[in-house]
């Protein structure tokens, strides 16, 4: 049940059945449509962020989705592309930016957000209570788990 490795060296277990159907249902690996609006998971994560924290450094936001400096500064230069972020050099350290939702941006945070709480409500509604508490049980514990794995 837990590690039936096949072929491929990748085990053929329930919880990479579940994360492998999770992701292609979700559509997670290609840029979906969410509120009008094409954006891929990691631009909805960034949104998100930002939209929380107002402001956030390139650094700060790494470190909240779990990225490398890198990837963040493309991500963000691809978003500044698209007239949702302005990055500004930080006037207490010239080395770093500092990363701030545009008007746009804020339009495009609502805009996907509105449709994140009608989704969820949706699929939450779907589910009995047992389900929703089982769910929420399940998902601490993976979680925990993880954070025990360093990641």
């Known amino acids: ?21 999770l992701v292609r249902v979700g559509g997670l690996l ?8 094409r954006a891929s998971l990691s631009e909805v994560f960034a949104l998100g962020e930002l939209g929380e924290a107002g402001t956030l450094s390139q650094q700060e936001l790494a ?9 963040v500064s493309r991500l963000a230069a691809g978003m500044e ?7 500004e050099r930080d ?7 500092r990363l ?15 449709e994140f709480r009608r989704t969820h409500a949706a699929l939450l509604e779907a589910l009995t209570p047992a389900e929703r508490a089982g769910l929420a049980l399940g998902l601490s ?6 954070g025990g794995h360093g990641r």
Request: proline letters at 5%; zero cysteines.
């Open 1 to 21: 049940m837990y590690d039936t490795t096949h072929g491929s060296g990748f085990p053929d277990d329930d919880l990479r059945r579940l994360m492998k159907l």
């Open 63 to 71: 470190a909240r989705l779990g990225l490398e400096k890198s990837t």
């Open 141 to 146: 514990g993976l979680m925990r788990v993880f």
């Open 81 to 87: 592309g698209r007239g949702w972020l302005s990055r």
């Open 30 to 37: 290609e840029p979906q449509e969410y509120g009008g609006l």
């Open 100 to 114: 701030r939702l545009t008007p746009q941006g804020q339009d495009a945070t609502e805009r996907i957000g509105q």
């Open 91 to 97: 006037p207490a350290n010239r080395r770093f930016y």
